[in-house]
Antibody
Framework: EVQLVESGGGLVKPGSSLKLSCVAS????????MHWIRQAPKKGLEWIAL????????YYADSVKGRFTISRDNSKNTLYLEMNSLRSEDTAMYYC????????????WGQGASVTVSS | DIQMTQSPASLSASLGETVSIECLAS??????LAWYQQKPGKSPQLLIY???SLQDGVPSRFSGSESGTQYSLEINSLQPEDEGDYFC?????????FGSGTKLEIK
């Protein structure tokens, strides 16, 4: 069974940094692209970033480009999202998700990590 | 960016009924469309990809179709567990974008 467990969320002040982790199990992590998606309170879904299985390619939403960095450690089955220069509008539940084998869709999601940016 | 216009924003239907949710893409996405279900307090789950391919484990009462840049999710024989939010997502071009969601209430 695929499991994705996020951690590292919390309450931070505007302008600060935070790093989320997502530990994967139940599948061959090193063979799949991985995504981060966020959902602001009572709002819809916003795709943030994708990293290829071998880290050869990374894609970002314009809203986080230059501030957030997606990375992975295949030896640890772990996905990361480093978030810098956080803003109040970054407040959201952050989900990691496993990429589908043949499409840029997300076929398994974690339970989410809550990030609140507030002074 | 590709805009996904989803409708309706909410709907209410009775057990056993059939409902349809639509997503209109702002440009051709060549069937690269997925549907997700998000139950209250839970993370989203993939229902359909490539417009009409059913994800493993998803009941066959869920189906997807397309007509040009208009995509539809149909749910037949509504069950209580179908209550939740539904989102479409285009997977054709970066940035990947979602529709605004449809809240489905089972009466």
């Amino acid at each position: 069974e695929v499991q994705l467990v996020e951690s590292g969320g919390g309450l931070v002040k505007p302008g600060s940094s935070l790093k989320l982790s997502c530990v994967a199990s139940g599948f061959t992590f090193s063979s799949y692209g991985m995504h981060w998606i966020r959902q602001a309170p009572k709002k819809g879904l916003e795709w943030i970033a994708l990293i290829y299985y071998d880290s050869s390619n990374k894609y970002y939403a314009d809203s986080v480009k230059g501030r957030f960095t997606i990375s992975r450690d295949n030896s640890k089955n772990t996905l990361y999202l480093e978030m810098n220069s956080l803003r109040s509008e970054d407040t959201a539940m952050y989900y990691c998700a496993k990429g589908h084998y043949s499409s840029y869709v997300m076929d398994a999601w974690g339970q989410g990590a809550s990030v609140t940016v507030s002074s | 960016d590709i805009q996904m216009t989803q409708s309706p924003a909410s709907l209410s239907a009775s057990l056993g009924e059939t409902v349809s949710i639509e997503c209109l893409a702002s440009e051709d996405i060549y069937s690269n469309l997925a549907w997700y279900q998000q139950k209250p307090g839970k993370s989203p789950q993939l229902l359909i990809y490539y417009a009409s391919s059913l994800q493993d484990g998803v009941p066959s009462r869920f189906s997807g179709s397309e007509s040009g840049t208009q995509y539809s999710l149909e749910i037949n024989s509504l069950q209580p567990e179908d209550e939740g939010d539904y989102f479409c997502q285009q997977s054709y071009k970066f940035p990947l974008t979602f529709g605004s969601g449809t809240k489905l209430e089972i009466k």
